[in-house]
């Protein structure tokens, strides 16, 4: 049940792995209390992986997953001094995520080596310190579990309207737990309970089509809950999901048709304004000069 090649988040772009870029935000979206950032929309961290406004935000941002990566309490943000020592300390308890990513050694020699890296590279650093962060950051998993035993069968947040779906354990089934993530999007993640696989989410789905796949699996199964999970994904996130991608077409075409109207607008005031006639004789004293 893991995501085709093809996936992409509403900004993914083609520079960059999707699937990796969608595990970011929602990672950031969910535990933003303890990964201090402002991101709240997809848009907005796809411009900071641009450096669409300068890298100065990619800077803040890669210190504070960092943060959170190596289990730092306190509010006060690194310094680009620290990027080298920590990015080490990472590195030498994950490097089975590190083989699966674009991430050459140089990103840890300081936090300039990775602002000067492509997009592709930014997203899989980002996405390797936020692994990290779910496997070790002590805070984050207390949210998960708390948030976990509130809720042994949770209903479903409202999927009719846009609000983030933050931290509710979407179902719980033999040996999984699963979660879902997403703000005018959904990602649904499952989580072992075993001792050795808690805290690890794996991104099952983040597209209709991905969402029936997994029910088609969960279907397959003996067992009623499976079947009922199944049930939800078809009856509930696809079509929620399959209403947002109508608006985001709707806004494309939208702006499509204003982008066109302006351009028409253009050629016309361009082929209607005024000429004026350019008068190359002087009447002027100083013509009687020249020609006397």
């Not at 067992?223 to 947002?244: D, M």
Request: hydrophobic content about 40%; overall charge negative.
């Amino acid at each position: 049940m893991s995501p085709t090649a093809n996936s992409r988040t509403e900004v993914a772009n083609a520079s960059y792995s999707a699937a990796n870029f969608a595990s970011v935000f929602a990672v950031l979206s969910t535990f933003n209390s303890v990964i201090y950032t402002s991101i709240t929309e997809p848009e907005e961290l796809d411009d900071v992986v641009q450096c669409t406004e300068g890298p100065e935000k990619l800077r803040e941002l890669a210190l504070a997953v960092l943060a959170a990566a190596t289990g730092r309490k306190s509010k006060a943000p690194l310094s680009a001094a620290h990027w080298p020592k920590l990015c080490s300390e990472v590195a030498g308890s994950t490097v089975f995520i590190l083989k699966s990513l674009q991430v050459p050694e140089s990103v840890a020699d300081s936090l300039d080596a990775f602002v000067e890296q492509s997009p592709a590279v930014r997203v899989d650093v980002l996405y390797w310190l936020c692994e990290a962060a779910l496997m070790d950051n002590t805070a984050i998993k207390e949210m998960v579990d708390r948030e976990s035993n509130k809720m042994r069968k949770p209903t479903l947040a409202n999927t009719a309207n846009d609000s983030l779906v933050r931290l509710q354990p979407f179902a719980e089934i033999s040996k999984q737990r699963y979660w879902l993530f997403g703000n005018k999007t959904r990602q649904l993640y499952v989580e072992g309970l075993s001792q050795q696989a808690r805290g690890k989410l794996e991104l099952l789905a983040q597209t209709p089509e991905e969402f029936q796949g997994a029910a088609e699996e969960l279907n397959a199964q003996r067992n009623h809950a499976p079947k009922e999970l199944a049930e939800r994904l078809t009856e509930e996130i696809v079509p929620y999901l399959e209403t947002q991608i109508k608006k985001r077409e709707r806004v494309d075409r939208a702006l499509q048709r204003q982008a066109l109207a302006m351009a028409n607008v253009h050629i016309y005031e361009t082929r209607t304004r005024k000429r004026q006639r350019v008068n190359y004789t002087d009447d002027g004293p100083d013509a009687l000069d020249y020609y006397n």
